[in-house]
């Protein structure tokens, strides 16, 4: 059975940090940019921003758009 939606992971552990770098993000989600870009058009995941050379995303809105999907987040 092929389930629609995001493919996301039960369990996650982010950063308690106010903001999270694109890089730390897919690490700690497993996924790759073209995953994050397809969440983001398609089902409503957090947009990101630039500051400075890096692109940042709230780690709060990632955080509760994960636990909308059903996934267990922890912030350390």
């Known amino acids: ?5 995001p493919q996301v ?4 552990t982010l950063p308690d940090d106010p903001l999270i770098a694109a890089w730390h993000l897919r690490a700690c989600l497993g996924q790759s940019r ?27 809105a990632v955080a509760d758009w994960l636990r909308a999907h059903g996934v267990e987040v922890t912030l350390q």
């Open 34 to 60: 073209q995953v994050l870009h397809l969440w983001r058009s398609k089902y409503g995941f957090p947009q990101s921003h630039r500051e400075s050379w890096s692109s940042v995303t709230s780690t709060a």
């Open 9 to 12: 992971p039960r369990y996650v």
């Open 1 to 5: 059975m092929i389930q629609s939606g």
